[in-house]
């Protein structure tokens, strides 16, 4: 079982920054593929950046290119999110999950998520 907990979500104004953290606990984070999602108000949850076991291989959506920076720290069992020119449209909770590496895999273990709102 992997626990994943999400911080670093708040109030911010339009154009600034965040940068969320997702601390995973009962197994090393390392064997894991790391995905961002987030969900707002009245719609579907949606992808928002995954990151490979080695940090060496990312994806975003349209969305986040460009303003949005995928890492991790395996020594620290942890993948943030940096997010940065923040628009209302960002305004979300913000979920962390991990699944086992390899195509068709789904995502198995989700944080509890952290808000993120952006003022205009």
């Known amino acids: 079982q992997v626990q994943l907990v999400e911080s670093g979500g708040g109030l911010v104004q339009a154009g600034g920054s965040l940068r969320l953290s997702c601390a995973a606990s009962?197994?090393?984070?390392?064997?894991?593929?790391v995905g961002w999602f987030r969900q707002a108000p009245g719609k579907e949850r949606e992808f928002v950046a995954n990151?490979?076991?080695?940090?060496?291989?990312?994806s975003y959506a349209d969305s986040a290119k460009g303003r949005f920076t995928i890492s991790r720290d395996n020594a620290k069992n942890t993948v943030y999110l940096q997010m940065i020119s923040l628009k209302p449209e960002d305004t979300a909770v913000y979920y962390c999950?991990?699944?086992?590496?390899?195509?068709?895999?789904?995502?198995?273990?989700w944080g509890q998520g952290t808000q993120v709102t952006v003022s205009s």
């Open positions: 009962g197994r090393t984070l390392s064997r894991y593929f």
């Open positions: 990151i490979g076991w080695n940090g060496g291989t990312t």
């Open positions: 999950a991990a699944r086992q590496p390899g195509p068709g895999r789904e995502y198995d273990y």
